[in-house]
């Protein structure tokens, strides 16, 4: 065995890039669409807020200091950027970086429970329990901000 042999690696990615072969999402088993990546999310936050503001990619680009297609990478989801790039990101759309983190998980909420709803309906009269994390705390007429749902 030489040394080119032992040092090359199977390397298996946690979501294999998508083919022609693959099936749609709404093709997917019970109708679930993909659980949604943290990195989507944030993009789709960024992006949002910045069309929002009727800014140019490189408007923000200059204003962040971070290159057009970085930043253009991260919009897409392409690219899991740094909380650093992620402050730059949202200071220069005036936003702090909890304000871009908590509208990223209020999406992921509201896309989890969509999941959980389209699975508990596909499922053959069973019920599929969803718990919070920690306690629960009353603190206006929706509840807790933030809180996390684990379906189990």
């Given at each position: 065995?030489?040394?080119?042999?032992?040092?090359?690696?199977?390397?298996?990615?946690?979501?294999?890039?998508?083919?022609?072969?693959?099936?749609?999402?709404q093709d997917l088993p019970q109708g679930l669409p993909r659980e949604p990546l943290w990195r989507d999310l944030v993009g789709e936050v960024l992006r949002r807020e910045r069309r929002a503001q009727g800014r140019t990619l490189k408007d923000v680009s200059e204003a962040s200091?971070?290159?057009?297609?970085?930043?253009?990478?991260?919009?897409?989801?392409?690219?899991?950027?740094s909380s650093e790039v992620l402050a730059a990101a949202a200071q220069a759309l005036g936003l702090s970086l909890a304000d871009v983190l908590a509208l990223a998980g209020e999406r992921l909420v509201s896309l989890t429970a969509a999941r959980t709803r389209t699975r508990s309906l596909g499922t053959a009269g069973g019920h599929r329990s969803v718990r919070t994390t920690g306690p629960v705390r009353p603190t206006g007429p929706t509840g807790p901000m933030g809180g996390v749902l684990l379906a189990a």
């Open positions: 065995m030489t040394i080119r042999t032992t040092n090359q690696a199977d390397v298996i990615p946690l979501r294999p890039l998508p083919t022609a072969a693959d099936p749609a999402p200091r971070i290159s057009m297609a970085y930043l253009s990478e991260v919009e897409r989801g392409r690219k899991e950027a």
